[in-house]
Nanobody
Framework: QVQLVESGGDLVQPGGSLRLSCVAS????????MGWYRQAPGKQRELVAE???????WYADSVKGRFTISRDGPKNAVYLEMNSLRPEDTAVYYC????????????WGQGTQVTVSS
């Protein structure tokens, strides 16, 4: 069982920045691909950014150039740096871990609220 704990969500003005953190309960990066999803009210959960099988990064078109995913192995942490935030970025952001081999093994964090509003 992997526990993922997100933090960093907040209310921010358009154009502002936030950094989300996700800390895993143990060292998992060798076994799991990590990513960030978001879910806005009335919408489906969508993938925002992730580390792929070859440890490269992938971003949704809507956040490309504004968001950056990174990780810190010794801290078992994954981050999402969000810049130039827009009202449409408002959502609950979830950290996600998918087993590299057994793709059906998936863990989610509890989510952190990001609200972009003036």
């Amino acid at each position: 069982q992997v526990q993922l704990v997100e933090s960093g969500g907040d209310l921010v003005q358009p154009g502002g920045s936030l950094r989300l953190s996700c800390v895993a309960s143990y060292t998992i990066f060798n076994f799991y691909n990590m990513g960030w999803y978001r879910q806005a009210p009335g919408k489906q959960r969508e993938l925002v950014a992730e580390f792929t099988d070859d440890n490269s990064t992938w971003y949704a078109d809507s956040v490309k150039g504004r968001f950056t995913i990174s990780r810190d192995g010794p801290k078992n942490a994954v981050y999402l740096e969000m810049n130039s935030l827009r009202p449409e970025d408002t959502a609950v952001y979830y950290c996600n871990a998918v087993h590299k081999i057994v793709r059906a093994v998936v863990f989610w964090g509890q989510g952190t609220q990001v609200t972009v509003s003036s």
